[in-house]
């Protein structure tokens, strides 16, 4: 209790600090900057299913993103991370004496928000400081190079390659799975063995290299079938009654399993690392929904630009794209290096029992 009151620091935790009209004024900032991107988004998917008049077009998604993408990116990622930032200023520029529950019946409702929107979020760009932009980078470009173009696979490969419902039922769902499975064992065993960030980065890496397996498929395969012959597993799946058909579309499916499997779990160890013990659930649940943000946006200029240049062009650019995630890893890598960071961190604000 503080002077007789309910102590605010179990709903409100680091936020607990901070004057309530400050909070009240973030809550609301955050509140707003999402529901304008919602809107936006709702519109413009509106706008797309609305009829068409004679002689008309419907609303471009790459011209969509290219001028409301990064307006929407700023309010629900940079936006809401600055609002925690100043939050977490004004506490440290504050007397440490913790507010308390307010009876106001607006306030009860208000304060649970903050402490579950800001919070977490206050508590994790306060102890990673300026670094937090680097790991906010990390997590939106991690698995990009996947989620960006996943949705287009079943009509890549029903639709361009025409396989068959079975073939790609057994390839992915059931040839894939093993595939992905032996993936996280590989990731595991490169955790205990070379640590986090290297993993990590192995992970980035062969995940946006996975994408080059599509580029082979969608050109006539040239690259894989040399490596059935070479390795001998071209003979090998024959003799199982697998044609080369088939088999080309095992191995890229294969490939990019191993290398999801490898880069999720990789990714996992990572968020699991910087998130405190503390606020563990909602930090990582908050920074895994990131990873899906941008290559959700990103799909609609995406199939514009498949129905425009084919499969193969996109391929090269989602290849190219997991670079950005190569180079963040590095840079996370050499910041977690200099300042020692890599131990899950018990957080200074935790809340009270």
């Not at 004024?25 to 068409?52: H, R």
């Not at 106001?104 to 977490?120: E, H, K, N």
């Not at 986090?196 to 992970?203: D, H, I, P, S």
Request: charged content about 15%; aromatic content about 8%; overall charge neutral.
């Amino acid at each position: 209790r503080v002077d007789g009151a309910v102590d605010a620091r179990p709903v409100l935790g680091p936020l607990a600090e901070v004057a309530t009209r400050w909070r009240n004024l973030g809550l609301a900032v955050v509140l707003v900057a999402w529901g304008l991107s919602i809107a936006s988004l709702a519109g413009f998917m509106i706008e797309v299913l609305a009829p068409v008049a004679e002689g008309g077009e419907r609303p471009s998604a790459r011209a969509f993103m290219a001028s409301r993408g990064p307006w929407i990116v700023a309010g629900t990622v940079i936006l809401p991370s600055l609002v925690a930032a100043l939050l977490d200023r004004l506490r440290r520029l504050a007397p440490r004496v913790p507010s308390a529950a307010t009876s106001t019946r607006l306030q009860r409702i208000l304060d649970p928000l903050a402490g579950a929107i800001l919070g977490p979020l206050a508590e994790l760009v306060g102890r990673l400081g300026f670094a937090s932009v680097l790991v906010l980078l990390l997590i939106l470009s991690y698995r990009l190079t996947d989620s960006i173009w996943g949705p287009f696979a079943f009509p890549f490969y029903l639709g361009e390659l025409h396989y068959s419902n079975d073939e790609v039922a057994f390839a992915s769902k059931i040839f894939g799975v093993g595939m992905t499975i032996a993936g996280v064992a590989l990731a595991g065993g490169c955790l205990l063995r070379f640590g986090r960030m290297a993993t990590l980065t192995l992970g980035a890496v062969v995940a946006a290299a996975s994408n080059l397996l599509y580029f082979d498929l969608a050109v006539g395969a040239p690259r894989i079938d040399e490596f059935l012959s070479l390795s001998g597993l071209g003979s090998l799946l024959a003799a199982f009654g697998i044609d080369a058909r088939m088999a080309r579309l095992l191995v890229a499916i294969s490939g990019e399993n191993i290398a999801g499997g490898f880069a999720g779990a990789a990714f996992v160890a990572y968020l699991s690392s910087i998130a405190s013990r503390e606020y563990s659930a909602v930090q990582y649940a908050l920074l895994s929904s990131l990873t899906l943000l941008v290559g959700s946006l990103g799909r609609g200029p995406l199939g514009e630009a498949i129905d425009t240049g084919g499969y193969a062009p996109v391929f090269l650019f989602t290849a190219a794209l997991g670079g950005v995630g190569v180079v963040a890893c590095l840079l996370e890598w050499a910041r977690q290096r200099l300042s020692g960071d890599g131990a899950p961190v018990a957080s200074r604000y935790a809340p009270g029992p």
